[in-house]
């Protein structure tokens, strides 16, 4: 899939196009439905399937405190987009400026002008130009009148539950409902970051994490250990998965007051990831976070974290666990 970081990469010959437009945070099943549409009717058109997308969030521009946490940043939207077969995808530098374009000015410019859309594929809730005045039904009139055909995609959900949406996969993560959230998405939560030192606690417990850095993308899912994924090299032909116990809180145990996300990959003592980019991906919540009166105890619970994540994932338990009398000081 091509990236075209505004419309003077878009490549001078491309004559046609199906399209769409949208944040598409998080790429849930609503949004896959609407891109598998695209990716339909562009290979029966015989022409290149194109998404239009935002960066930053229109919503951290125009409501910067109070904007809700994105799902995925804009390297995992994008990854997970190309999974849907898109040829490309236009990502806009959102702005004021940009904001302040009537609907129509903003689709002769992008949808006419520059991607020469031949079908426009949209969903029910679509809202565009300035004071996002445009919807479905300013699309289909713009499509009569500019020469392109407009496809509406009715909403998408499971029989009898609420339409799949970005703020009810919000919601589920505050709950910390993995399987919820996956059955929303279609695939397990995620975060991106780098690993950063932390205080070397899990260490010296003989449970060393890899801590996220602050600057991590992806909502952070409600306080407690989880069983997840820890996945290196994402996006590369050495990609791989290692299953991990996932603490999210501020380590109440010793009075910590920096909520943070740390992954330790199970039985593993002998990595280096500090510096790396990393994927954490959570399946289950295991248990809340808790306070324990002493190391020792939280040791104990420790084990019994790895030895339920190694179960929840379908892997083997670690063949030596640390015991309470075996931490370093």
């Known amino acids: ?26 790429v849930h099943l609503g949004h896959r439905a609407v891109l598998a549409e695209v990716v339909a009717a562009a290979r ?6 194109v998404a239009v ?64 859309a031949r079908r426009v594929v949209i969903g029910e809730d679509i809202r565009f130009g300035w004071g996002n005045v445009g919807d479905r039904t300013t699309m289909t009139e713009l499509g009569r009148r ?3 055909e407009v496809e509406v995609v009715h909403d998408v959900a499971e029989p009898g539950e609420r339409r799949w949406s970005s703020t009810w996969v919000r919601e589920l993560l505050a709950e910390g409902d993995c399987a919820g959230v996956t059955r929303v998405l279609g695939r397990p939560h995620r975060m991106r970051g780098v690993v950063v030192h932390g205080e070397a606690r899990g260490r010296e417990m003989g449970f060393p994490t890899a801590n996220l850095d602050t600057e991590a993308t992806g909502t952070i899912p409600a306080d407690g250990v989880y069983a997840g994924w820890l996945v290196r090299y994402p996006g590369t032909p050495e990609e791989i998965s290692l299953p991990a116990a996932i603490s999210i809180g501020t380590n109440p145990t010793f009075d910590g007051v920096q909520r943070r996300v740390e992954a330790h990959v199970l039985g593993r003592t002998d990595l280096d990831l500090y510096d790396e980019v990393v994927v954490v991906e959570f399946v289950r919540r295991l248990r809340p976070t808790l306070r324990y009166e002493g190391m020792a105890a939280l ?10 994540a190694a179960d929840v994932l379908g892997v083997p338990h670690p063949a030596q666990l640390p015991t309470s009398g075996s931490a370093t000081h």
């Open 1 to 26: 899939m091509r990236r075209w970081n505004g419309i003077t990469e878009i490549p001078a010959d491309l004559a046609a196009s199906v399209l769409t437009i949208g944040n598409f945070d998080g």
């Open 44 to 49: 029966a058109e015989g022409v290149p399937a």
């Open 53 to 116: 997308t935002f960066d930053p969030h229109p919503a951290t521009v125009h409501r910067p405190g109070s904007a809700p946490t994105l799902l995925t940043g804009l390297d995992d939207r994008l990854a997970l987009m190309a999974q849907t077969g898109l040829d490309a995808v236009l990502v806009i530098n959102y702005t004021e400026e940009f904001a302040r374009q009537a609907p129509e000015e903003f689709v002769r410019r992008y949808f006419v002008e520059a991607l020469h």
């Open 146 to 148: 500019l020469g392109f």
């Open 299 to 308: 040791i104990e619970q420790m084990r019994q974290d790895v030895i339920s």
